[in-house]
């Protein structure tokens, strides 16, 4: 695999990386996916594709919650997450969905950084308020987003 010139942490600083080898994008081309880490918490994800005469980066992401591939649009396709420590237990995602040449910025999301249960909602800021807020019904924890809401829009309920 050729080397990566730009890159702040390479493939990874540590000696050992995973590695996955299939079609992750159903392009009909088998890539190579190089899972590597930096630092204490920084994770890598480096894919690349044989262009007929060497493999060539077909794409790079650098998550500092972690990365991982899922598919949530259920196109057979997967798509990349990133994973961005946002605060108090929350992570930011971006998903690059891939459109037949590179993968791009699609959606974004909130999440929980751990899946454990029951989750503490943030409310130290306005905009953890109303992350908060959704990720319970997200959970369908609906008396934990009920009681998120301020008095004046609990006593508005029918």
Do not use: K
Not at 46 to 71: C, I, K, P, Q
Not at 119 to 138: G, I, N, R
């Amino acid at each position: 695999l050729p080397p990566l010139d730009e890159e702040e942490h390479g493939l990874g600083e540590y000696p050992t990386c995973e590695l996955e080898v299939r079609d992750v994008n159903a392009d009909g081309r088998v890539e190579i996916l190089v899972w590597g880490h930096a630092g204490a918490s920084t994770d890598l994800l480096h894919t690349y594709v044989w262009d007929g005469s060497t493999y060539v980066l077909l794409a790079a992401f650098e998550g500092n919650a972690g990365l991982r591939m899922e598919n949530a649009d259920g196109d057979l396709a997967d798509e990349v997450v990133v994973r961005y420590d946002a605060g108090a237990g929350l992570v930011w995602e971006a998903v690059h969905t891939w459109d037949g040449a590179n993968y791009g910025w699609t959606w974004e999301r909130y999440a929980w950084f751990y899946l454990d249960r029951p989750h503490a909602y943030p409310t130290d800021t306005s905009e953890h308020a109303v992350v908060s807020f959704y990720l319970a019904v997200d959970d369908r924890d609906l008396p934990g987003a009920y009681g998120l809401l301020t008095g004046s829009a609990q006593a508005a309920q029918p």
